[in-house]
């Protein structure tokens, strides 16, 4: 059974920090693209960023670049979110999410979702 566990959401203030962590079991990791997306209220789930299997490709959201940065660990299993100089619209639920390619193809397994909330 493949489960995706996100963690490191919680209540910050504008101009704060947060790292989210997503821990992936039951699916070959180190061979997985992953990507985190979010979804506020009331709104679509957007794309926020996402890394190849190996590290070497990135690609981020226009409205997050130069403030996330999306890493993996896979010795661990992990994809991690590190998100810097937070501003009220980032508050979301974060999700991440795992597929085979990096390019194209349906995102196969996700998360449950961690809660970010950015306060003024």
């Known amino acids: 059974q493949v489960q995706l566990v996100e963690s490191g959401g919680g209540l910050v203030q504008a101009g704060g920090s947060l790292r989210l962590s997503c821990v992936v079991s039951?699916?070959?990791?180190?061979?997985?693209?992953m990507a985190w997306f979010r979804q506020a209220p009331g709104k679509e789930r957007d794309f926020v960023a996402r890394i190849s299997w190996s590290g070497d490709r990135r690609d981020y959201a226009d409205s997050v670049k130069g403030r996330f940065t999306i890493s993996r660990d896979n010795a661990k299993n992990t994809v991690y979110l590190q998100m810097n100089s937070l501003k009220p619209e980032d508050t979301a639920v974060y999700y991440c999410a795992a597929r085979r390619s990096y390019y194209t193809g349906t995102y196969e397994n996700w998360g449950q979702g961690t809660q970010v909330t950015v306060s003024t």
């Open positions: 039951g699916r070959t990791f180190s061979t997985s693209a």
